[in-house]
């Protein structure tokens, strides 16, 4: 039986390569989800052997050895991530950057598989902000489901020979370094084209409902304002004509009074009462009508009737209801 041959190691180009054609498929919001863990390796095998890449390919890796090589590239990337996590919360004051990930580094030593130093330095600038994707791609998730197998398989306890008292500067925290926090804070995955699309279709909608809802509560403003108006002339409109059905019933009662004949009332307080209600109705009929009072003396009891007639005939057009608008009596 032929003996299989080993391909040779990664070189730190490949390895780039690879991070890339992974964060590409992953981060793809058309083909990234809805997809079956073999058919995203898959995908990821098909790009990075890709002749047509710009990307020279020196050696065809299988979809297992691609798979492998990134796991382990994600669980050491990972570890460095959690022990930067550690060195932050110590709140060192005056550590820049580089500080502080220079100490994630010696502490990521005191683990027993990376005692020889972190490796991937070629990859870190790209991978150290991956977490932000760590949702994007249905088959892997997030990054502990992609790789907490093969991670939890190599994770060992600290030996109680761990050179924590030799690191300086480490010695006032307990360590974790297999807490990797590969996740981070989960970010919501990116929605697809169709539910983009989907998306802007509703918001439209609603636009245009929230259009149709302000315009007819303006037209039913509009309505409210004319109907208080049509009310409001009606209302005058009957005030008007009850006051004229008023003032014409008055002037008729007036008119029986200016009418009565005074010689035929033998009492003289009741005469000399209609008499003066005589002259205060016309009084105010002249004033209405602008013809003036004039000097209208009250009288005595004793007057003849030659003033009384004198009296009716200066004013025979108000008696007529002349310039009122109501009918003669």
Known sequence: MASQHRSSSYTNEEDLHLCHVYLDISQNPII????????????????????QSEFTITQARPKRSLQCRMQVILTAV????GCIRQIE?????????????NRAKMLLTQDAKYQKGFKFDHVWPTLKDIEKFASVNNPTSTFQRQI???????SESPTSESPTSATPGLSDFSLNINNEEIGGSSAERPIGVKKAKLKRKNDEQLATVLDTIKGENQQLVEILKKGNLDRQQNFDQNYQLQMQKVDASVFKEENKILYMDLNSIANLN?????RN???????????????????QGQGSQGQGSQNNSDDFGQYYNILRGSGNNFPEY
């Open 148 to 154: 907490g197998n093969f991670a939890s398989s190599q």
């Open 277 to 295: 209600e005589q002259l205060r109705i016309m009084q105010k009929r002249a004033q209405e009508q602008g013809l003036g009072a004039g000097s």
């Open 78 to 81: 990972g570890k460095l991530r």
């Open 32 to 51: 990234g989800i809805n997809q079956s863990k073999d058919q995203f390796w898959a995908r990821i095998e098909y790009d990075y052997n890709n002749p």
């Open 270 to 274: 009741v005469r000399e009462f209609t």
């Open 89 to 101: 919360n110590l709140n060192p004051s005056g550590a820049s950057e580089q500080d502080i990930l």
